[in-house]
């Protein structure tokens, strides 16, 4: 399977213990994404790679938020001090190309459930 | 981006096609639109995307209203597999803008 792979699928955890996700994006592609998804919502945008540049973040990625991309292929997130606010669906995509209509692929999610 | 409007939700019967509308009134010359879905349990996924003229591919085809300001995905012949939510996304076709805005979108239900 040569699609985007995410792990851990799910993780239960504490409120105030840290958490990191990681993504494996398509072998190929330079550009990777972050959403987070919570129940009933879409997925909201939180922050992007170019190789391992972090080009964008969104407001939702608060100071408790890291990524990175370190040698510009698979990429974590971490969360530090969970809150039970952060309970989500964490999804990772990628792309190619130089033209922003060029399509994201999706990973399957991390779940997180902070108790 | 600008703003789309979708139904929360509608019903169709398996082997009929389906019509999902979305309105973005306020789209821009240089606005693509998107479509993707999502299938129960799984990340999102592409189904197509336009500028002006329809479009068709193996999985839908888009319809974009003249003025641009709707634009219809339709599936032609629905399968419970297509049963989803589906996100009509604009997107500006200018080199930088990398995200998706997604709204909350149609949850589509296929009846056996």
């Known amino acids: 399977d040569t699609g985007v792979s995410q792990n851990p699928r799910h993780k239960i955890t504490k409120r105030g213990q840290n958490v990191t996700f990681r993504c494996d994006p398509i072998?190929?592609?330079?550009?990777l994404y972050w959403y987070r998804q919570t129940l009933g919502q879409g997925p909201e945008f939180l922050t992007y790679?170019?190789?391992?540049?972090?080009?964008?973040k969104s407001r939702l990625l608060s100071d408790r938020f890291s990524a990175e991309r370190p040698k510009g292929s698979f990429s974590t997130l971490e969360i530090q001090r969970t809150e039970q606010g952060d309970s989500a669906m964490y999804l990772c995509?990628?792309?190619?190309?130089?033209?922003?209509?060029?399509?994201?692929?999706f990973g399957p999610g991390t779940r997180l459930t902070v108790l | 981006d600008a703003k789309t409007t979708q139904p929360n939700s509608m019903e169709s019967n398996e082997e009929e096609p389906v019509h999902l509308p979305c309105n973005h009134s306020t789209i821009s010359g240089t606005d693509y639109i998107h479509w993707y879905r999502q299938l129960p349990s799984q990340g999102p996924e592409y189904v197509i995307h336009?500028?002006?003229s329809n479009v068709n591919n193996r999985m839908a085809s888009l319809a974009i209203a003249e003025d641009r300001k709707s634009s219809t995905l339709i599936l032609h012949r629905a399968t419970l597999r297509d049963a989803a939510v589906y996100y009509c996304?604009?997107?500006?076709?200018?080199?930088?803008?990398?995200?998706?805005?997604f709204g909350t979108g149609t949850r589509l239900t296929i009846i056996p």
């Open positions: 072998s190929e592609h330079n550009r």
């Open positions: 336009g500028l002006t």
């Open positions: 995509a990628s792309s190619s190309g130089t033209a922003s209509y060029n399509e994201q692929f």
């Open positions: 790679f170019q190789n391992e540049a972090q080009l964008e």
């Open positions: 996304i604009l997107r500006d076709g200018d080199f930088g803008n990398e995200k998706l805005t």
